[in-house]
């Protein structure tokens, strides 16, 4: 029981790191032509097209590895073999998941550019430009996103995932039950 609890936590946490970035599907407010132009510059300024799936797929490997990490300690002290069994999956579903994510990249770096136009005005875009293209600025962008494995972070994140994962763990027992009953009430 507590392996299929690991499991369907496995699949509840792991598959979705990266969508993060867009947990919201309500449409943003209607953004200028003129600030949406000035947040794709910064985009293209900030992670030229080279950069962007190296960037994307090191964020996914990153929390991938954390939340693994944090359910084979939830597993605890089950067969060597069942631990294998659930790496070569997890092995296999990152594949997938990296060549979905890879299609996704053009998508989600739009969706940041609307957000970015809709959340900045557009004096706030010219001046986050203006950093942008900066040695500074551009140094700053293209590191934020290393900030998640650098160890004081990733111990931070990683002690977080740990006690969320224990909540899962804890709390799948209710989810199995209640979808047993309605499975059992149709």
Do not use: C
Request: charged share 20%; aromatic share 6%; hydrophobic share 50%.
């Amino acid at each position: 029981m507590r392996i299929a609890i690991a499991l369907a936590a496995t699949m509840l946490a792991v598959t979705g790191p990266v969508p993060a970035l867009a947990q919201d599907s309500t449409q943003p407010a209607a953004v200028s032509q003129a600030s949406l132009d000035l947040a794709q510059e910064i985009l293209a300024t900030a992670y030229p097209q080279e950069v962007r799936e190296p960037m994307f797929l090191a964020v996914a490997d990153q929390m991938e590895q954390q939340v693994m990490t944090s359910v084979m300690q939830q597993l605890g002290d089950i067969p060597t073999g069942a631990r294998k069994v659930i790496n070569d999956w997890q092995t296999s579903v990152s594949g997938e998941q990296r060549d979905i994510l890879r299609r996704h990249i053009p998508a989600l770096m739009e969706a940041w550019a609307v957000s970015y136009a809709s959340v900045f005005s557009e004096a706030e875009l010219r001046d986050i430009l203006a950093f942008v293209q900066t040695d500074t600025g551009s140094t700053f962008m293209l590191k934020s996103n290393d900030i998640i494995s650098d160890p004081a972070f990733a111990s931070a994140n990683q002690a977080y995932l740990d006690e969320t994962m224990a909540l899962m763990q804890t709390r799948m027992p209710d989810l199995i039950a209640a979808l047993v009953e309605v499975a059992e009430d149709q």
